[in-house]
Protein backbone atom coordinates (compact mmCIF):
# COMPACT_ATOMS: atom_id res chain seq x y z
CA UNK A 1 0.00 0.00 0.00
CA UNK A 2 1.06 3.69 -1.26
CA UNK A 3 1.06 5.56 2.10
CA UNK A 4 -0.99 8.30 0.91
CA UNK A 5 -3.43 5.91 0.25
CA UNK A 6 -4.24 6.71 4.25
CA UNK A 7 -5.65 9.78 3.24
CA UNK A 8 -7.69 8.50 0.97
CA UNK A 9 -9.28 6.30 3.28
CA UNK A 10 -9.06 8.34 5.92
CA UNK A 11 -11.46 10.94 3.76
CA UNK A 12 -13.99 8.19 2.76
CA UNK A 13 -14.36 6.90 6.68
CA UNK A 14 -14.27 10.19 8.52
CA UNK A 15 -15.39 12.87 5.94
CA UNK A 16 -14.45 16.17 6.10
CA UNK A 17 -12.62 17.22 9.41
CA UNK A 18 -9.65 19.12 10.64
CA UNK A 19 -6.05 17.29 9.85
CA UNK A 20 -3.42 19.90 10.86
CA UNK A 21 -3.67 22.58 12.63
CA UNK A 22 -0.61 25.24 13.16
CA UNK A 23 -0.71 28.63 14.62
CA UNK A 24 -4.64 29.20 13.84
CA UNK A 25 -4.40 27.86 10.72
CA UNK A 26 -6.14 24.51 10.05
CA UNK A 27 -6.03 22.20 6.91
CA UNK A 28 -8.90 19.88 6.40
CA UNK A 29 -7.84 16.46 5.23
CA UNK A 30 -10.24 17.65 2.36
CA UNK A 31 -7.97 20.99 1.76
CA UNK A 32 -4.95 18.86 2.48
CA UNK A 33 -5.51 15.95 -0.57
CA UNK A 34 -6.12 19.11 -3.06
CA UNK A 35 -2.99 20.66 -2.16
CA UNK A 36 -0.76 17.79 -2.16
CA UNK A 37 -2.66 17.02 -5.62
CA UNK A 38 -1.72 20.84 -7.17
CA UNK A 39 1.87 20.53 -5.34
CA UNK A 40 2.67 16.60 -6.83
CA UNK A 41 1.26 17.97 -10.61
CA UNK A 42 3.74 21.37 -9.88
CA UNK A 43 7.02 19.81 -8.66
CA UNK A 44 6.27 16.88 -12.25
CA UNK A 45 6.33 20.16 -13.91
CA UNK A 46 9.43 21.58 -12.70
CA UNK A 47 11.04 18.49 -13.11
CA UNK A 48 10.50 15.64 -10.75
CA UNK A 49 10.38 12.24 -12.32
CA UNK A 50 9.77 9.30 -10.63
CA UNK A 51 12.19 7.73 -7.94
CA UNK A 52 13.64 11.09 -7.67
CA UNK A 53 15.00 12.23 -4.52
CA UNK A 54 13.77 15.47 -2.69
CA UNK A 55 15.17 16.68 0.67
CA UNK A 56 12.95 18.42 2.65
CA UNK A 57 14.63 21.15 5.38
CA UNK A 58 12.89 22.81 7.13
CA UNK A 59 11.12 22.99 11.21
CA UNK A 60 7.71 21.40 11.18
CA UNK A 61 4.84 23.39 9.58
CA UNK A 62 2.15 22.15 7.35
CA UNK A 63 3.96 22.08 4.19
CA UNK A 64 6.30 19.30 5.56
CA UNK A 65 3.41 17.28 5.68
CA UNK A 66 1.97 18.74 2.17
CA UNK A 67 4.93 18.04 0.84
CA UNK A 68 5.84 14.50 1.79
CA UNK A 69 2.29 13.44 0.87
CA UNK A 70 3.23 15.34 -2.85
CA UNK A 71 6.57 13.94 -3.06
CA UNK A 72 5.10 10.05 -3.08
CA UNK A 73 2.13 10.96 -5.09
CA UNK A 74 4.58 12.16 -7.68
CA UNK A 75 6.38 8.44 -7.62
CA UNK A 76 9.08 10.42 -5.59
CA UNK A 77 11.10 9.42 -2.65
CA UNK A 78 11.31 11.84 0.32
CA UNK A 79 14.13 12.60 2.18
CA UNK A 80 13.64 14.64 5.54
CA UNK A 81 16.75 16.20 7.00
CA UNK A 82 17.48 17.69 10.09
CA UNK A 83 16.95 21.64 9.68
CA UNK A 84 19.64 21.98 12.53
CA UNK A 85 22.13 20.31 10.33
CA UNK A 86 25.44 22.32 9.49
CA UNK A 87 26.12 23.18 5.56
CA UNK A 88 28.69 20.26 5.30
CA UNK A 89 26.61 17.74 6.83
CA UNK A 90 23.75 18.78 4.81
CA UNK A 91 26.08 19.11 1.61
CA UNK A 92 27.05 14.96 2.20
CA UNK A 93 23.06 14.15 1.76
CA UNK A 94 22.85 16.27 -0.91
CA UNK A 95 25.27 14.57 -2.90
CA UNK A 96 24.57 10.93 -1.72
CA UNK A 97 21.14 10.67 -2.23
CA UNK A 98 21.33 13.10 -5.63
CA UNK A 99 18.85 15.31 -4.64
CA UNK A 100 16.56 16.72 -7.77
CA UNK A 101 14.96 18.95 -5.32
CA UNK A 102 15.35 20.32 -1.81
CA UNK A 103 12.21 22.17 -0.08
CA UNK A 104 13.40 25.01 2.64
CA UNK A 105 13.16 28.26 4.36
CA UNK A 106 13.95 31.52 4.34
CA UNK A 107 15.64 30.86 7.64
CA UNK A 108 17.97 28.18 6.30
CA UNK A 109 18.50 29.71 3.09
CA UNK A 110 22.14 30.16 3.48
CA UNK A 111 22.88 26.96 4.84
CA UNK A 112 21.52 25.27 1.84
CA UNK A 113 23.25 27.60 -0.73
CA UNK A 114 26.86 26.76 1.87
CA UNK A 115 26.25 22.97 1.34
CA UNK A 116 24.88 23.00 -2.36
CA UNK A 117 28.04 24.80 -3.12
CA UNK A 118 29.73 21.87 -1.41
CA UNK A 119 27.67 19.42 -2.88
CA UNK A 120 28.27 17.18 -5.93
CA UNK A 121 24.30 17.54 -6.26
CA UNK A 122 22.66 20.97 -7.89
CA UNK A 123 19.38 20.29 -6.61
CA UNK A 124 16.11 23.27 -7.57
CA UNK A 125 16.38 25.21 -4.37
CA UNK A 126 12.37 25.38 -3.18
CA UNK A 127 11.67 27.96 -0.74
CA UNK A 128 8.54 28.02 1.54
CA UNK A 129 7.75 31.26 3.39
CA UNK A 130 9.37 33.75 0.73
CA UNK A 131 8.87 35.22 -2.85
CA UNK A 132 10.69 33.45 -4.99
CA UNK A 133 14.77 34.41 -4.99
CA UNK A 134 16.99 34.59 -7.81
CA UNK A 135 18.43 31.04 -6.95
CA UNK A 136 15.10 29.70 -5.82
CA UNK A 137 11.97 29.00 -7.21
CA UNK A 138 8.44 30.16 -4.56
CA UNK A 139 6.95 27.09 -2.98
CA UNK A 140 3.78 29.01 -3.61
CA UNK A 141 4.83 28.95 -7.39
CA UNK A 142 4.77 25.42 -7.53
CA UNK A 143 1.64 24.73 -6.86
CA UNK A 144 -0.43 23.62 -10.29
CA UNK A 145 -4.09 24.61 -10.86
CA UNK A 146 -5.08 20.83 -11.61
CA UNK A 147 -6.20 19.51 -8.38
CA UNK A 148 -7.47 16.25 -9.96
CA UNK A 149 -6.46 13.15 -7.81
CA UNK A 150 -3.06 11.59 -8.61
CA UNK A 151 -1.05 9.11 -7.93
CA UNK A 152 1.91 7.37 -9.72
CA UNK A 153 1.97 3.60 -9.56
CA UNK A 154 4.68 2.18 -7.03
CA UNK A 155 4.91 -1.02 -5.84
CA UNK A 156 4.73 -2.00 -2.05
CA UNK A 157 8.17 -2.52 -1.54
CA UNK A 158 9.63 0.45 -3.25
CA UNK A 159 11.31 3.15 -1.34
CA UNK A 160 9.22 5.84 -0.11
CA UNK A 161 11.84 7.46 1.96
CA UNK A 162 15.29 8.17 2.70
CA UNK A 163 16.63 8.82 6.67
CA UNK A 164 20.01 9.73 7.04
CA UNK A 165 21.60 8.35 10.23
CA UNK A 166 24.85 8.26 11.46
CA UNK A 167 27.18 5.78 10.90
CA UNK A 168 30.06 3.65 13.02
CA UNK A 169 32.68 5.14 10.19
CA UNK A 170 31.44 8.84 10.24
CA UNK A 171 29.61 8.57 7.28
CA UNK A 172 25.86 8.98 7.35
CA UNK A 173 23.76 6.15 5.84
CA UNK A 174 20.59 6.41 4.15
CA UNK A 175 18.03 4.24 5.51
CA UNK A 176 15.75 2.70 2.84
CA UNK A 177 11.79 2.42 3.86
CA UNK A 178 9.16 1.10 1.82
CA UNK A 179 5.87 2.28 1.21
CA UNK A 180 4.91 -0.65 3.16
CA UNK A 181 7.04 0.07 5.75
CA UNK A 182 5.72 3.42 6.46
CA UNK A 183 2.15 2.38 5.43
CA UNK A 184 2.38 -0.26 8.68
CA UNK A 185 3.86 1.77 10.82
CA UNK A 186 1.18 3.26 11.59
CA UNK A 187 -0.95 0.11 12.43
CA UNK A 188 1.38 -0.73 14.82
CA UNK A 189 0.97 2.19 16.61
CA UNK A 190 -2.38 1.76 16.79
CA UNK A 191 -2.62 -1.07 18.48
CA UNK A 192 0.40 -0.33 20.69
CA UNK A 193 -1.15 2.81 21.83
CA UNK A 194 -4.63 0.97 22.69
CA UNK A 195 -6.86 3.06 20.21
CA UNK A 196 -7.89 0.23 18.69
CA UNK A 197 -7.72 -3.85 19.87
CA UNK A 198 -5.88 -6.56 17.27
CA UNK A 199 -9.93 -6.99 15.56
CA UNK A 200 -9.92 -3.47 14.43
CA UNK A 201 -12.29 -2.38 17.70
CA UNK A 202 -12.18 1.15 18.55
CA UNK A 203 -10.93 1.40 22.41
CA UNK A 204 -10.42 5.29 22.27
CA UNK A 205 -12.12 8.39 20.93
CA UNK A 206 -10.27 10.96 21.57
CA UNK A 207 -7.05 10.57 19.98
CA UNK A 208 -5.65 14.27 18.99
CA UNK A 209 -2.30 14.80 19.12
CA UNK A 210 0.68 17.47 19.77
CA UNK A 211 3.32 17.20 17.42
CA UNK A 212 6.62 18.94 18.85
CA UNK A 213 9.34 16.41 17.70
CA UNK A 214 11.10 17.42 14.49
CA UNK A 215 8.63 15.81 11.32
CA UNK A 216 11.84 15.74 9.40
CA UNK A 217 12.37 12.28 11.28
CA UNK A 218 10.71 9.50 10.32
CA UNK A 219 8.31 10.30 14.00
CA UNK A 220 6.38 12.55 11.69
CA UNK A 221 5.46 10.03 8.98
CA UNK A 222 4.80 7.96 12.30
CA UNK A 223 2.59 10.63 13.65
CA UNK A 224 0.28 11.46 10.22
CA UNK A 225 0.03 7.66 10.01
CA UNK A 226 -1.74 7.68 13.31
CA UNK A 227 -3.74 10.60 12.86
CA UNK A 228 -5.41 9.67 9.52
CA UNK A 229 -6.03 6.01 10.64
CA UNK A 230 -7.81 7.63 13.93
CA UNK A 231 -9.63 10.43 11.83
CA UNK A 232 -7.70 13.05 14.56
CA UNK A 233 -6.58 16.16 14.09
CA UNK A 234 -1.95 16.70 14.49
CA UNK A 235 -1.71 20.27 16.48
CA UNK A 236 1.85 20.99 15.17
CA UNK A 237 4.02 23.33 16.93
CA UNK A 238 7.27 25.11 15.34
CA UNK A 239 9.66 24.82 18.20
CA UNK A 240 9.94 23.70 22.14
CA UNK A 241 8.10 26.55 24.05
CA UNK A 242 6.32 24.84 27.09
CA UNK A 243 4.12 27.66 27.67
CA UNK A 244 3.03 27.15 23.93
CA UNK A 245 3.27 23.50 24.02
CA UNK A 246 0.50 23.72 27.73
CA UNK A 247 -1.70 26.48 25.86
CA UNK A 248 -2.24 23.95 23.08
CA UNK A 249 -3.17 20.82 25.03
CA UNK A 250 -5.18 23.10 26.95
CA UNK A 251 -7.30 24.60 24.45
CA UNK A 252 -7.62 21.76 22.28
CA UNK A 253 -8.01 18.81 24.35
CA UNK A 254 -4.43 17.03 23.21
CA UNK A 255 -4.60 13.55 24.42
CA UNK A 256 -1.47 11.83 23.13
CA UNK A 257 1.95 13.51 23.46
CA UNK A 258 4.63 11.79 21.94
CA UNK A 259 8.49 13.42 23.23
CA UNK A 260 11.97 12.69 24.15
CA UNK A 261 13.04 12.52 27.79
CA UNK A 262 14.34 15.68 28.05
CA UNK A 263 11.49 17.40 27.34
CA UNK A 264 9.99 15.57 30.31
CA UNK A 265 13.14 16.77 32.53
CA UNK A 266 11.95 20.48 31.65
CA UNK A 267 8.44 19.83 32.59
CA UNK A 268 9.18 18.74 35.64
CA UNK A 269 10.79 21.83 36.63
CA UNK A 270 8.86 24.23 34.64
CA UNK A 271 7.47 26.70 37.56
CA UNK A 272 4.15 27.60 35.81
CA UNK A 273 2.46 24.31 35.90
CA UNK A 274 -0.39 25.74 37.50
CA UNK A 275 -1.78 28.17 34.75
CA UNK A 276 -2.73 25.34 32.71
CA UNK A 277 -4.73 22.26 32.48
CA UNK A 278 -3.08 19.31 30.96
CA UNK A 279 -5.09 16.93 32.29
CA UNK A 280 -6.23 15.98 28.92
CA UNK A 281 -3.21 14.20 27.63
CA UNK A 282 -3.42 10.89 28.72
CA UNK A 283 -0.98 8.89 26.73
CA UNK A 284 2.37 10.83 27.43
CA UNK A 285 4.97 8.77 25.36
CA UNK A 286 9.19 8.67 25.75
CA UNK A 287 11.22 7.52 22.97
CA UNK A 288 14.54 7.89 21.32
CA UNK A 289 16.92 8.13 24.33
CA UNK A 290 17.18 6.34 27.44
CA UNK A 291 14.38 7.48 30.41
CA UNK A 292 16.40 8.02 33.70
CA UNK A 293 14.29 7.03 36.87
CA UNK A 294 15.05 10.56 38.22
CA UNK A 295 13.32 12.35 35.06
CA UNK A 296 10.69 9.30 35.61
CA UNK A 297 9.70 10.03 38.92
CA UNK A 298 9.73 13.70 38.86
CA UNK A 299 7.71 13.99 36.18
CA UNK A 300 4.93 11.26 37.41
CA UNK A 301 4.74 12.90 40.81
CA UNK A 302 4.38 16.20 39.75
CA UNK A 303 2.17 15.42 36.95
CA UNK A 304 0.26 12.90 38.80
CA UNK A 305 0.24 10.10 35.57
CA UNK A 306 2.47 7.51 34.21
CA UNK A 307 4.88 8.36 31.45
CA UNK A 308 5.06 4.89 28.86
CA UNK A 309 8.52 4.27 27.32
CA UNK A 310 9.01 3.46 24.15
CA UNK A 311 12.38 2.04 22.33
CA UNK A 312 13.18 2.07 18.27
CA UNK A 313 14.91 2.46 15.52
CA UNK A 314 15.21 4.66 12.23
CA UNK A 315 15.77 1.35 10.62
CA UNK A 316 12.33 0.22 11.94
CA UNK A 317 10.64 3.54 11.48
CA UNK A 318 10.12 3.74 14.84
CA UNK A 319 8.81 1.16 17.18
CA UNK A 320 9.95 -2.21 18.16
CA UNK A 321 8.74 -2.28 22.13
CA UNK A 322 6.18 0.25 24.49
CA UNK A 323 5.25 -0.27 27.42
CA UNK A 324 1.19 -1.07 27.30
CA UNK A 325 -1.41 1.17 28.98
CA UNK A 326 -3.11 -2.42 30.17
CA UNK A 327 -0.13 -3.91 32.35
CA UNK A 328 2.13 -3.22 34.80
CA UNK A 329 4.98 -1.23 33.99
CA UNK A 330 8.33 -2.62 35.07
CA UNK A 331 11.21 -0.65 36.23
CA UNK A 332 14.07 -0.95 33.47
CA UNK A 333 12.13 -2.09 30.76
CA UNK A 334 11.26 -0.34 27.37
CA UNK A 335 8.41 -3.01 27.14
CA UNK A 336 7.07 -5.95 25.05
CA UNK A 337 7.39 -6.09 21.58
CA UNK A 338 4.52 -3.91 19.91
CA UNK A 339 1.94 -5.66 17.59
CA UNK A 340 3.57 -7.37 14.73
CA UNK A 341 6.81 -7.36 15.95
CA UNK A 342 9.24 -10.10 17.01
CA UNK A 343 12.11 -9.20 18.96
CA UNK A 344 15.23 -11.91 19.43
CA UNK A 345 18.33 -11.65 21.13
CA UNK A 346 21.63 -13.38 19.40
CA UNK A 347 25.31 -14.36 20.89
CA UNK A 348 28.23 -13.44 19.00
CA UNK A 349 27.32 -16.34 16.91
CA UNK A 350 23.89 -15.51 15.67
CA UNK A 351 22.85 -18.23 18.08
CA UNK A 352 19.28 -17.44 19.98
CA UNK A 353 19.86 -16.73 23.40
CA UNK A 354 17.26 -17.63 26.44
CA UNK A 355 15.37 -15.77 28.70
CA UNK A 356 17.41 -13.02 30.82
CA UNK A 357 20.47 -13.71 29.09
CA UNK A 358 22.37 -10.23 27.68
CA UNK A 359 22.45 -10.33 23.94
CA UNK A 360 22.77 -8.63 20.62
CA UNK A 361 18.95 -7.50 20.27
CA UNK A 362 17.48 -8.34 16.74
CA UNK A 363 14.13 -6.76 15.34
CA UNK A 364 11.69 -8.95 12.81
CA UNK A 365 8.38 -7.22 11.19
CA UNK A 366 7.05 -5.06 8.22
CA UNK A 367 8.81 -1.93 9.62
CA UNK A 368 11.89 -3.35 9.34
CA UNK A 369 14.12 -1.01 6.39
CA UNK A 370 14.63 -2.30 3.31
CA UNK A 371 18.49 -1.73 3.45
CA UNK A 372 20.73 1.27 3.70
CA UNK A 373 21.48 3.16 -0.24
CA UNK A 374 23.96 2.64 -1.96
CA UNK A 375 25.62 0.72 0.66
CA UNK A 376 25.21 -2.80 0.34
CA UNK A 377 28.39 -4.47 2.51
CA UNK A 378 26.33 -2.61 5.84
CA UNK A 379 22.64 -3.82 4.07
CA UNK A 380 24.07 -7.69 4.22
CA UNK A 381 25.68 -6.80 7.71
CA UNK A 382 22.44 -5.53 9.76
CA UNK A 383 19.91 -7.87 7.90
CA UNK A 384 20.53 -11.82 8.28
CA UNK A 385 17.90 -14.47 8.36
CA UNK A 386 14.94 -11.71 7.89
CA UNK A 387 16.38 -10.09 11.07
CA UNK A 388 17.50 -6.78 11.70
CA UNK A 389 20.58 -6.39 14.02
CA UNK A 390 20.12 -3.49 16.18
CA UNK A 391 23.56 -3.21 17.76
CA UNK A 392 22.12 -3.11 20.45
CA UNK A 393 22.54 -4.76 23.63
CA UNK A 394 19.35 -6.38 25.74
CA UNK A 395 17.67 -9.10 27.50
CA UNK A 396 14.06 -10.67 27.17
CA UNK A 397 12.48 -11.51 30.41
CA UNK A 398 9.61 -14.36 30.90
CA UNK A 399 7.12 -11.96 29.50
CA UNK A 400 8.70 -10.84 27.14
CA UNK A 401 9.39 -7.64 28.13
CA UNK A 402 12.70 -5.94 26.82
CA UNK A 403 15.58 -4.64 28.63
CA UNK A 404 18.11 -2.56 26.76
CA UNK A 405 21.77 -2.90 28.90
CA UNK A 406 24.05 -1.36 26.72
CA UNK A 407 24.95 -0.09 23.19
CA UNK A 408 27.04 -2.55 21.76
CA UNK A 409 28.32 0.49 19.31
CA UNK A 410 29.75 3.82 20.34
CA UNK A 411 26.55 5.99 19.94
CA UNK A 412 25.80 8.58 21.77
CA UNK A 413 21.92 10.17 22.31
CA UNK A 414 21.94 13.41 23.54
CA UNK A 415 18.15 14.51 23.95
CA UNK A 416 16.75 12.16 21.54
CA UNK A 417 19.36 13.11 18.89
CA UNK A 418 22.34 9.98 17.85
CA UNK A 419 25.72 11.42 18.12
CA UNK A 420 28.36 8.60 16.39
CA UNK A 421 32.11 9.79 18.25
CA UNK A 422 34.00 9.62 14.55
CA UNK A 423 31.96 12.46 13.23
CA UNK A 424 32.92 14.50 16.05
CA UNK A 425 36.19 13.41 16.26
CA UNK A 426 36.42 13.98 12.09
CA UNK A 427 36.12 17.84 12.78
CA UNK A 428 38.68 18.05 15.57
CA UNK A 429 41.20 16.34 13.37
CA UNK A 430 40.74 19.36 10.99
CA UNK A 431 42.10 21.89 14.11
CA UNK A 432 45.94 22.67 13.35
CA UNK A 433 46.59 22.67 17.05
CA UNK A 434 45.21 19.13 17.64
CA UNK A 435 47.13 16.08 16.50
CA UNK A 436 44.43 13.38 18.29
CA UNK A 437 41.19 13.20 19.65
CA UNK A 438 38.93 10.75 21.13
CA UNK A 439 34.81 11.21 22.17
CA UNK A 440 32.63 9.72 24.61
CA UNK A 441 28.79 10.18 25.74
CA UNK A 442 28.61 10.79 29.85
CA UNK A 443 25.88 10.72 31.50
CA UNK A 444 23.21 13.70 32.16
CA UNK A 445 20.29 14.01 33.90
CA UNK A 446 18.52 16.46 31.76
CA UNK A 447 19.93 15.22 27.79
CA UNK A 448 20.18 11.64 28.96
CA UNK A 449 24.21 12.10 27.49
CA UNK A 450 26.52 14.66 27.18
CA UNK A 451 29.25 15.02 24.06
CA UNK A 452 32.81 14.89 25.79
CA UNK A 453 35.95 15.02 23.58
CA UNK A 454 39.33 14.58 25.25
CA UNK A 455 42.17 16.05 23.04
CA UNK A 456 45.67 15.84 22.46
CA UNK A 457 47.18 18.99 21.17
CA UNK A 458 50.10 19.00 19.07
CA UNK A 459 53.75 19.89 21.13
CA UNK A 460 54.39 23.62 21.20
CA UNK A 461 50.21 23.86 20.93
CA UNK A 462 47.95 26.33 23.37
CA UNK A 463 44.78 25.69 21.76
CA UNK A 464 42.16 25.96 24.86
CA UNK A 465 38.62 24.76 25.50
CA UNK A 466 37.00 27.34 23.92
CA UNK A 467 38.56 27.95 21.21
CA UNK A 468 38.04 24.03 20.17
CA UNK A 469 34.53 24.21 20.95
CA UNK A 470 34.12 27.82 18.73
CA UNK A 471 36.05 25.42 16.09
CA UNK A 472 33.46 22.24 16.60
CA UNK A 473 30.53 25.06 16.53
CA UNK A 474 31.36 26.41 12.98
CA UNK A 475 31.41 22.41 11.66
CA UNK A 476 28.55 20.64 13.49
CA UNK A 477 25.27 20.74 14.39
CA UNK A 478 24.76 22.55 17.61
CA UNK A 479 23.38 19.39 19.50
CA UNK A 480 27.15 17.21 18.27
CA UNK A 481 29.29 20.32 19.81
CA UNK A 482 31.25 18.76 22.68
CA UNK A 483 29.72 20.41 25.81
CA UNK A 484 33.04 19.21 28.28
CA UNK A 485 36.85 19.04 26.62
CA UNK A 486 39.57 17.38 28.44
CA UNK A 487 43.30 17.40 27.25
CA UNK A 488 45.60 14.01 27.98
CA UNK A 489 48.79 13.41 26.64
CA UNK A 490 47.85 9.89 24.80
CA UNK A 491 44.61 7.94 24.21
CA UNK A 492 44.80 4.38 24.36
CA UNK A 493 45.03 2.50 21.00
CA UNK A 494 45.14 -0.96 19.90
CA UNK A 495 47.52 -2.91 17.69
CA UNK A 496 46.00 -1.43 14.64
CA UNK A 497 46.24 2.46 16.35
CA UNK A 498 42.74 2.99 16.61
CA UNK A 499 41.15 4.71 19.67
CA UNK A 500 40.14 2.49 22.05
CA UNK A 501 37.12 4.74 23.60
CA UNK A 502 35.61 2.43 26.21
CA UNK A 503 39.42 2.94 27.86
CA UNK A 504 38.67 6.23 27.75
CA UNK A 505 37.81 7.23 31.31
CA UNK A 506 36.79 10.68 32.56
CA UNK A 507 35.19 11.91 36.31
CA UNK A 508 32.24 12.63 35.38
CA UNK A 509 31.81 14.75 38.49
CA UNK A 510 34.97 16.69 37.82
CA UNK A 511 33.70 17.67 34.26
CA UNK A 512 33.10 21.59 33.54
CA UNK A 513 31.23 22.86 30.79
CA UNK A 514 33.10 24.85 28.34
CA UNK A 515 32.42 28.68 29.21
CA UNK A 516 32.00 28.08 32.89
CA UNK A 517 35.39 27.16 33.82
CA UNK A 518 37.14 29.82 35.66
Known amino acids: MNFVHLLQDNIKKYGEHVFLSYEGQEYTNIETERLSNCLARGLMEKGLQKDDRVVIFFPNRPEVCISQLAILRAGGIVVPVNPSLSPQELSYILGHSEARMIITSAELIENVRSAKELSSASPLIIMVGEDRQEDSVSFDDCYAADDAFLMIDQPDDATAVIMYTSGTTG ?37 NTICVLPLSHVYGFSVMAVVLLAGSTMFIVSH ?6 FQTIQDNKIAGFPAVPTMYAWFAVYPGLEKYDVSSVDQWLAGSSALSGEIREAFEKRFNTKIYDAYGLTETVTGVSMQRFDRPTKVGSVGPAVPFVSLSIFDDDWQPLPIGEVGEIAVK ?11 EEETARVLKDGWLRTGDMGYLDEDGDLFIVDRKKD ?9 YPSEVERVLYGHPDISDAGVIGVPDKDYGEQVCAIVVLKEGATAGKKEVQSFCRERLAKYKIPRFIEFSDSL ?9 RRQLRVNVNELIPVGEDS
Open 411 to 419: LIIRGGFNI
Open 240 to 245: FDVEQI
Open 365 to 375: GPNVMKGYYKN
Open 171 to 207: TSKGVMLSHYNVYMQGHIDMQACGIIDENGNRLRENT
Open 492 to 500: PKNDLGKTL
